[in-house]
């Protein structure tokens, strides 16, 4: 029986990428995936600084600031009165708010922007939610169509090409959708371009496709990419110099590997990068 990817297992490497991400910014929420931006945005907030105060924030709601008595009144304390504890949980409070607002696309934004307390805001987010999130079935559908098409984008490295791919399968195995690891390990290498055919070859001599995940296919394919840029950059000189030198002159656009849409190169606006199940 082949090894099956499982919501309950974890992959340690490519849960850091997600959370590390390319340009540090958390996740941008896909309406018809609410569930999976709601796992990446915990895993995001959990990875910065002071993060399970920040998640606490989220979940429970914000500091109580503590009062004092002045002159036989009394009044709530200003941020410079509050224990270094205290201010720690207050900078935590705005932090959350903040996270979670500059992960909303602009439509959901104007919706909910008004709310300063993250729990509020959360709950008001997946209310908002409730009634545009896709059915089991419409939400597999896309995503094994996602996984269906997915291929290498022209200009992007490995190491993008490994994120997309990885938050791909995340999002896959947040929704609970089995696949058998060959599968996903062949997937993995056919999607990559003429460049790499000698790499694949290799890897699929050294390695089990059945018992190998796609992180140890990346690792051992990620020492090859200068060989495999080498074969790439004889191969557009040889077919045609002229357009060769253009593309030398271009500087290659930068890809964002969290968007949801997992094959569109267009960047979405998004701020402050990714659970995910392992194969």
């Known amino acids: 029986m082949d090894p099956m990817i499982s919501l309950g297992q974890k992959n340690t490497l490519a849960e850091y990428m997600i959370l590390s991400g390319a340009d540090n910014r958390p996740p ?13 945005m915990e895993l995001y907030m959990q990875n910065r600084e002071h993060g399970r105060m920040i998640l606490e924030s989220v979940e ?4 109580i600031w503590p009062t004092v008595e002045e002159n ?5 304390k200003k941020y410079a009165e509050l224990s270094a504890a205290e201010k720690i949980q207050a900078d935590c409070d705005m932090k959350a ?5 500059q992960g909303l696309p602009a439509d959901i934004y ?11 805001l959360w709950e008001r987010v997946q209310l908002l939610m409730q009634g545009t999130s896709l059915t089991k079935q419409e939400r597999e559908c896309k995503l094994y169509d996602a996984f269906d098409k997915f291929t290498h984008i022209k200009g992007e490295s490995l190491h993008t090409y490994y994120l997309r791919f990885t938050q791909l399968i995340n999002d896959m195995n947040i929704y ?6 060959f599968q996903v390990n062949t997937k993995f290498l056919n999607s990559l371009p003429p460049e790499w055919s000698k790499f694949v070859t290799d890897v699929k001599l050294v390695k089990d496709l059945h018992t190998s995940n796609f992180d140890q296919l990346h690792a051992y394919l990620e020492q090859h990419e200068l060989h495999a840029n080498e074969v790439r950059i004889m191969r557009e000189r040889n077919q045609d110099p002229l357009a060769f030198v253009a593309n ?3 500087t290659p656009p930068h890809f964002n590997p969290y968007q949801s849409s997992y094959n569109n190169p267009q960047l979405q606006q998004q701020f402050s990068p990714s659970q995910h199940g392992s194969i």
């Open 28 to 40: 941008m929420l896909d309406k018809d995936l609410y569930d999976s931006w709601k796992s990446r």
């Open 60 to 63: 429970h709601g914000p500091l």
């Open 72 to 76: 036989g009144v009394t009044r709530t």
């Open 97 to 101: 708010t903040n996270i979670i607002l």
């Open 110 to 120: 104007s919706l909910v922007n008004h709310h300063r307390v993250a729990k509020d």
């Open 176 to 181: 609970k959708m089995n696949m058998e690891q």
């Open 248 to 250: 030398q002159q271009m």
